[in-house]
C-alpha cells in the first residue's frame, strides 16, 4: 500500500505559482481561500529558495490530536481528511499545523469564520466518490480516478512531487546524487519525522 | 469569652481551607488521543471507475508516480 506523501525540491522550484493555480482551478476553490501556496525564503536576495507549502499529510498529524470534535482521520494510503459535517471552524487546527494548512473562508458577516478547508491530496472526502456532495466540499477526487494530486502532476519543473513516498524519495535520491547538491528536503522531519528519533536541528539547515 | 468564639472560628476556617487545599486536583492536562467520529470513507478503488479492483488502481497509481520521474520518461538511466 502506497504512503502518500509531497515532497518539495526547493532547488527546482521557479515560483512560477503553478501548483497554487493547478489546485485553484482543479477544486474550484473560493477566493480567500489557498490549499495550496508558494513561500520564498529571502526573496530578492541572490540563492533565495521557493518551496509549494500545503498539508503535507502528516503521519501523526497535530491538527488530528488538537480537534475537539474529532473530525479527522487517516485513510490507508496515510492521507489526513476530515469531515466537513462535523467541523465547528474552532480553529484550532491552524494553531497546530506546523505548514499553515488549514483554511478558513470567511463568507458571512462579521468576519464569520467557516468549516475548515484543506489540501485533500486530491482524494475528496467522506461522501460518495464524484458525487456533486464531495465536489463541493472537498473538490474533485483525483486518487479515486486513478491520478495524483494535480499540483504535483502540474508542477513544470518537476520541483514539487507527490505520491508513495517510497517512489518520490528515490526520485529526488536520484537528483541529488546526481547534481551533488539540495539533498535537504523541506518540511520531511517535521510531517514524517519520527519523534523519538528527531535529530537535535543544526544551525543553518532545514528541518 | 468573646476570644474564644474568635478563636473557634479562626480555627475552623484554618480546617476548611485546609481540607479544601488537599481535595484540589490536579490542574495538568492527560492528552488522549481522539476517535474519528465522522463519516466513514470508502477505498479510492471502491468506485465505478475501478469497481473494487485495488490491482488496477494501484498499476494506475504506480504509473503516474512513475510518470514523475522524468528520467523514466527520457529513457535515461
Known sequence: ?207 | MMKGVWTTIAVAAVLALGAAGCGEKTQVTVFKQGKYQGKPDNQPWDNDRFKGDQVAWEKAIKARNNGQNENVRLGAK
Request: with cysteine.
Open chain 1, 1 to 207: 500500500m502506497a504512503r502518500m506523501k509531497f515532497l518539495c525540491d526547493a532547488e527546482r522550484c521557479i515560483e512560477c505559482n503553478g501548483c497554487v493555480t493547478a489546485c485553484k482551478n482543479e477544486h474550484e476553490i473560493p477566493w480567500g481561500v489557498n490549499r495550496r501556496r508558494v513561500v520564498t525564503i529571502n526573496d530578492g536576495v541572490p540563492g533565495e529558495k521557493s518551496i509549494s507549502v500545503a498539508c503535507m499529510h502528516c503521519s501523526d498529524a497535530p491538527c488530528m490530536a488538537v480537534c475537539p470534535v474529532d473530525c479527522f482521520y487517516h485513510t490507508a494510503e496515510g492521507v489526513v481528511l476530515h469531515d466537513k459535517d462535523l467541523c465547528i471552524g474552532c480553529g484550532y487546527c491552524f494553531y497546530a499545523c506546523p505548514f499553515g494548512a488549514p483554511q478558513f473562508p470567511q463568507e458571512g458577516a462579521f468576519g464569520l469564520r467557516g468549516k475548515m478547508d484543506k489540501c485533500t491530496f486530491c482524494a475528496g472526502g467522506p461522501e460518495a466518490d464524484f458525487s456533486a456532495a464531495e465536489f463541493q466540499k472537498y473538490g474533485r477526487n483525483r486518487l479515486a480516478e486513478g491520478k495524483l494530486p494535480a499540483c504535483a502532476e502540474m508542477c513544470s519543473t518537476k520541483a514539487l512531487l507527490g505520491g508513495d513516498g517510497d517512489v518520490i524519495a528515490d526520485i529526488y535520491r536520484n537528483r541529488v546524487t546526481t547534481r551533488g547538491k539540495g539533498a535537504e528536503v523541506w518540511g520531511w522531519g517535521t510531517a514524517y519525522g519520527r519523534p523519538d528519533q528527531k535529530a537535535a536541528p543544526q544551525p543553518g539547515t532545514k528541518s
